[in-house]
């Protein structure tokens, strides 16, 4: 009976003791624990980081293996809230445990907050806290067998969420401090266990946003092994955030901009690491990148940037890229007056020591990349220079770009298609294929109407001239190849400019242009340097020639003081040797050169009237055009000089810039001479009232000497009112011409010249000119020198045809005299306009002792031995005496005389004759005889 009791005694006891323990328990899990943990979280806190915390409630449900903790907040040093949150609620699973799982199947953090630093020193204010917390702490060893952890803990998070969480970064290690709050921040993880299990993995899915920015990331998770796949995405992510995390790296000024980055993923932490990535898509919108603070503009501006496809696979070493989309990109170059560009001087100075990277190793497998396609859609180039003198601005618009497939292979071709539009005018498109290495180029060019006034500050550069219109026109291809050094191409194709004007600057008239130039077929040769041109057909080329009232022309405006070498030393070096061109020597060869309706207009401002004048209607061709020995062109052009002189131009042309000579004959009839007037009036002093010009010129050229001849034939030139000038000459032009122009009131005269081409001070035109002058003044200071030079004179010289010999006392003429007047009456047959002045004399000695025995003679007076000895000292001493009129009457017959033998005998007109006032003066030449000299006068 008794021990019927005690065994009912036992269930009750049993149950009192677990009553008692699930007190106990219970007491420990609803009061104790909770208010040890509300202690020694705080506690801890402050310990190890040095923060003063907080929380409100803190509740533990021991059979439900649930805590829950509500509005902890813990603040650093400085006062500062660093950590908390509203509610973190854990619910941990009791059954697991028995199979030595720690099973969380709930863990939920609602509204936490975390602020975290990135201190100027780089480190984290995390690290800091912990870091000064630890200095009041005295050091211990860990045991070894503590440090040792083993394996890790089996741990299972079967549900793990943060909700509404924010988080408050602060960088203060740029100059600059900046923060970002982001909020919400909401993560998700399922089924998450710390060791390898047969069933699913871990399901995550975090989501953050910085106002407008957001990250959106969710995919499996595995820790052992360790393993993720899913999908990452960026959204929206400003400028300025970029910006900021961007700026010890990019040397530029990030001014707008969104930028949404998406793409799948795989990560496995096993050996060898792996990462591969796929369906990756990079998206950036309204892009504005300056290259200083300081700029007005974006130097780099794009509407919308597309990169889709993007892979990569880090164990493969490979990356790829589908397709790359530029909308409306905009890019801005500019280089300054020292020749920087702003791109390259905006980028950090190199740092040499930076530049060790090792070398991959030998073995090591070479990284692989591709890109599928690239495209530019409508963008913007703009370029400035500010070198040349007048700054340059040139832009690019509507630029669209197609690229074939890139890759790591650069020695695939890549085939391409450009089109331009450029903003001053014209199009240029090209398409074909390149390679990047070795670099080889195939490419279709075509351009048209292109302004030329766009490159008219780098014209000038090297010339003083204003590109006021002109449009640049080609087709064809080019093709280039740096296989070898130096690099090596050809271009094949037609040019075209039309509508060409250059002026100087400043100046208000045309100096250069042209209707068209056509150029076809081109064949241009990169290296060795070669070009050469089928036919060069100029149309209505127009060219004016201007010399200012300074004596200057205004083609030798052009020429830049500052513009380099001499241009003769250039061609020389550009041709090297004569015969032959050096290896680098630049040839070149033009088939045939056709000219249609041109026009050069000359004008002198140096004379007063100032002088102009125009050859026109120039119409030819000229053909065989090459700095290469031998060659033989030929010349073949025809115009018309001053409205209506036909002028020609036949003959042969060496090779340019050699010692080949080139012969050009020129000739024109039918200059009406008063166009001529100015340089007349200037020369001679005389302006030109009529008359007509003719030439026929004979020019040889042996590399830049030159020997011409000059045949010019003035018909009926008639001299005008006397002009006042400083150069005429004082002579007696009026004389000269008339000498020069014979009985059909024509002059035909021969210049020589010859000299050096590369004088600047031989000019051909005021050579030939100074000649004429010479040639007039020789005739006027030298009348019968010029007019025996015209005459058939019989052996006789200039001199003695300007005077006639008489017989001593008597009016016959010498011997051999009737033949000079023959000659001197031919000339002035041939020259109506010439006056022969006619002056009788005697000479008082020869004359005087002539008669004297004359009239012994007569007297029958001894007039030989010392008979006429004696009579002639008479005569000397004044003894013996003639008439006073015998002298005189013989002086006049023999005037009379000359003028009857040339009018009656020679037929010489009667009004060209005039008898002067006799001398008795005349002089005796070598034989003993009496001459009488004439002078040329004119009408």
């Known amino acids: 009976m008794a021990q019927r009791r005690q065994r009912s005694r036992l269930p009750r006891n049993l149950a009192v003791a677990v009553l008692i323990l699930l007190l106990f328990y219970a007491l420990a899990g609803f009061l104790v624990l909770p208010w040890w943990l509300k202690q020694a979280v705080p506690e801890q806190l402050e310990a190890q980081m040095g923060w003063q915390s907080d929380l409100a409630t803190l509740r533990v449900n021991p059979f439900s293996l649930t805590i829950e903790v509500t509005e902890l907040s813990a603040d650093d040093g400085a006062g500062e809230k660093v950590v908390g949150f509203d509610r973190l609620f854990v619910n941990l699973g009791f059954f697991s445990l028995f199979r030595g799982i720690v099973s969380f199947q709930e863990i939920r953090l609602q509204e936490p907050y975390v602020r975290f630093d990135l201190l100027d020193d780089g480190s984290v204010n995390f ?70 299990r047969e069933a699913d993995g871990s399901h995550y899915s975090i989501i953050a946003a910085l106002g407008e920015q957001t990250i959106e990331w969710d995919g499996a998770l595995s820790v052992t092994p360790l393993y993720s796949e899913g999908r990452l995405k960026i959204s929206d992510l400003r400028h300025d955030t970029l910006a900021h995390f961007l700026a010890p790296h990019l040397p530029w000024q990030l001014r707008n901009g969104l930028v949404t980055f998406e793409s799948r993923y795989q990560l496995g932490g096993s050996e060898p690491f792996e990462l591969i990535t796929s369906e990756g898509k990079l998206t950036i919108q309204d892009l504005a990148l300056a290259l200083a603070a300081s700029d007005e503009e ?24 589908e397709d790359v989309r530029l909308d409306q990109p905009f890019v801005a170059a500019t280089r300054n007056s020292q020749g920087e560009i702003d791109w390259l001087a905006s980028l950090p100075p190199a740092d040499p020591e930076q530049d060790q990277s090792e070398p991959p190793a030998p073995d090591a497998p070479a990284f692989r990349w591709s890109v599928q396609g690239v495209e530019v859609v409508a963008g913007r180039l703009r370029w400035r220079d500010q070198v040349p003198e007048t700054p340059a601005e040139i832009e690019l618009t509507d630029l669209d770009v197609t690229l074939g497939r890139l890759s790591d292979r650069l020695d ?64 064809g291809n080019l093709d280039l190849d740096s296989q070898d050094d130096p690099m090596t191409g050809t271009f094949s194709g037609t040019a075209e400019i039309a509508d060409l004007d250059l002026k100087l600057p400043g100046s208000e008239a045309s100096m250069l242009g042209w209707q068209t130039l056509r150029l076809a077929p081109i064949e241009f040769n990169v290296y060795p340097p070669r070009l050469e ?33 001499d241009d003769r030393g250039s061609a020389a070096e550009v041709t090297g040797d004569a015969s032959e061109p050096t290896e680098a020597g630049f040839v070149f060869r033009i088939g045939e050169l056709q000219v249609e309706g041109g026009a050069i207009a000359y004008a002198d401002r140096t004379l007063e009237p100032s002088f102009s004048t125009r050859f026109d209607v120039l119409n030819g061709s000229i053909t065989g055009i090459s700095n290469v020995s031998p060659q033989q062109g030929r ?25 080949q000579t080139s012969d050009l004959k020129l000739s024109m009839d039918d200059l009406a001479l008063p166009a001529l007037s100015p340089y007349f009036g200037r020369y001679l002093g005389y302006t030109v009232d009529s008359g007509k010009l003719a030439l026929n010129l004979d020019y040889e050229f042996t590399g830049t000497r030159i020997k011409a001849s000059n045949q010019v034939v003035l018909d009926r030139m008639s001299l005008g009112q ?70 058939d004179l019989a052996g006789f010289s200039s001199e003695e045809l300007g005077q006639v010999s008489f017989a001593p006392g008597s009016v016959s003429l010498a011997d051999s005299e009737a033949d000079k007047l023959t000659a001197l009456a031919k000339a002035m047959n041939e020259r109506p306009e010439l ?105």
């Open 127 to 196: 690290a800091r806290d912990w870091r000064l917390a630890q200095l009041d702490e005295p050091k211990t060893d860990v045991p070894a067998e503590d440090a040792d952890t083993g394996k890790p803990p089996r741990l299972l998070f079967q549900q793990l969420a943060i909700d509404g969480g924010e988080l408050l970064f602060r960088d203060f290690s740029q100059p600059e401090p900046a923060q970002f709050r982001i909020t919400p921040l909401d993560l998700s993880i399922n089924q998450l266990a710390t060791w390898p």
């Open 298 to 321: 974006p130097a780099l501006a794009a509407e919308r940037i597309e990169v889709d496809g993007i892979g990569f696979d880090l164990t493969a070493g490979e990356a790829r890229v």
């Open 412 to 475: 695939d071709p890549v085939s391409y298609g450009l089109g331009i539009v450029l903003a001053s005018g014209g199009r240029v498109s090209a398409n074909g294929q390149l390679t990047p290495a070795p670099f080889t180029l195939e490419s279709s060019l075509s351009g048209s109407d292109i302004a030329l006034a766009v490159i008219e500050p780098y014209l000038q550069q090297g010339a003083n001239l204003a590109v006021t219109k002109g449009r640049l026109g080609f087709d």
């Open 533 to 565: 041109i089928g036919t060069v057909i100029l149309s209505q080329p127009s060219f004016t020639v201007v010399r200012a009232a300074d004596g200057l022309h205004n083609v030798e405006k052009i020429a830049r003081s500052d513009s380099g070498a």
């Open 635 to 659: 010349v073949s052009l025809r115009g018309q000089l001053a409205g209506g002189a036909p002028v020609t131009v036949e003959g042969t042309l060496g090779a340019l810039g050699t010692d």
């Open 722 to 791: 006397a002009v006042a000038s400083e150069q005429a000459t004082g002579a007696p032009v009026k004389l000269g011409l008339a000498l020069l122009t014979d009985r059909r009131g024509v002059i035909e005269v021969d210049l020589p010249i010859q000299g050096d081409i590369a004088d600047p001070e031989f000019r051909v035109g005021q050579i030939v000119m100074r000649a004429f002058v010479n040639l007039l003044v020789g005739a006027a200071t030298s009348p019968f020198s010029m007019l025996g030079s015209l005459a």
């Open 835 to 939: 006056l022969l002045n006619i002056r009788g004399g005697v000479s008082p000695e020869a004359d005087g002792l002539a008669l004297l025995k004359a009239r012994m003679e007569a007297r029958g007076e001894e007039v030989t031995g010392d008979a006429w000895a004696q009579a002639e000292q008479a005569w000397r001493d004044g003894e013996r005496q003639l008439p006073p009129e015998q002298l005189g009457q013989l002086a006049s017959e023999r005037g009379q005389a000359l003028r009857r033998l040339l009018q009656d005998t020679h037929g010489v007109d009667a009004d060209q004759l005039y008898t002067l006032e006799p001398t008795r003066q005349a002089g005796v030449d070598e034989r003993g005889d009496v001459t009488v000299k004439f002078t040329l006068d004119i009408r």
